[in-house]
């Protein structure tokens, strides 16, 4: 159980282009997903909280104009990188917490999105 | 504020040997502490935990141990496959669930060699 998944796991495009990325708890409800971006042998960084319902919380530096969250249902929440250039390269991975928010619940991880921008 | 220093990789180790990665961390108060395991191309799995001081995480083999008096989370295991290849990060959250933010070490890449 507890299963996250991401879609698509890889996608190519142009500069320029904008990109969304899904992220979807499959067999439960969760109305906190958490969005992080990893560099090539580097950690993952926490980019924002996405509360179902409600504006997603961005950590500091992370350009929400940029980074655009959406979290309509308790089931799917949504990162779209607008205007992607190459440095918006990057692996991307979202987590859910099943339940209501401060459900003391694990976060699950998706496999995450290789994002290539050209 | 918080922070998780894990050893730099790559580890390179032939099958069957002993297994220690290190891992310290800066805190206030007292958060629990976490390792994941990412494979290639895939996202995270939670490896093991340990919520308080001297509790003793362990899953599949690996095991490591809430040290408070020198904040550490070692992983050890004392047999590795070549299946264990992955990249392993330690992280800490203020949440025994990890609910929270978590935040992660930089991560230790590890190689088995049969």
């Known amino acids: 159980g507890a299963v996250v998944s991401q879609h698509p796991s890889r996608v190519i495009c142009k500069s320029g282009t904008s990109v969304k990325i899904e992220c979807r708890s499959l067999?439960?409800?969760?109305?906190?997903m958490f969005w992080y971006r990893q560099f090539p042998k580097q950690s993952l960084m926490l980019m924002a909280t996405?509360?179902?319902?409600?504006?997603?919380?961005?950590e500091q530096g992370v350009e929400k104009d940029k980074f655009l969250i959406n979290h309509a249902s308790l089931t799917l929440s949504t990162l779209t990188v607008t205007s992607a250039h190459p440095e918006d390269s990057s692996f991307y991975i979202c987590?859910?917490?099943?339940?209501?928010?401060?459900?003391?619940?694990?976060?699950?991880f998706g496999d995450g999105t290789r994002l290539s921008i050209l | 504020g918080n922070s998780v220093t894990q050893m730099e990789g790559p580890v390179t180790l032939s099958e069957e040997a002993f297994l220690t990665i290190n891992c310290t961390y800066t805190a206030t108060g007292y958060p629990s502490l976490f390792w994941y395991v990412q494979y290639p191309g895939e996202g995270l799995q939670l490896l093991l935990k340990a919520t308080k001081a001297d509790d003793k995480g362990s899953n599949k083999g690996f095991e490591a141990t809430y040290r408070k008096e020198t904040t550490s989370f070692h992983l050890e295991k004392g047999s590795v496959q070549v299946s264990d290849s992955a990249v392993y990060f330690c992280?800490?959250?203020?949440?025994?669930?990890?609910?929270?933010?978590?935040?992660f070490g930089q991560g230790t890449r590890l190689t088995i060699n049969p």
């Open positions: 987590s859910a917490i099943p339940g209501a928010a401060n459900s003391n619940q694990p976060q699950h």
């Open positions: 992280a800490l959250s203020d949440q025994p669930s990890g609910a929270q933010k978590l935040v």
């Open positions: 067999d439960f409800q969760a109305t906190t």
């Open positions: 996405s509360n179902e319902g409600s504006k997603a919380t961005y």
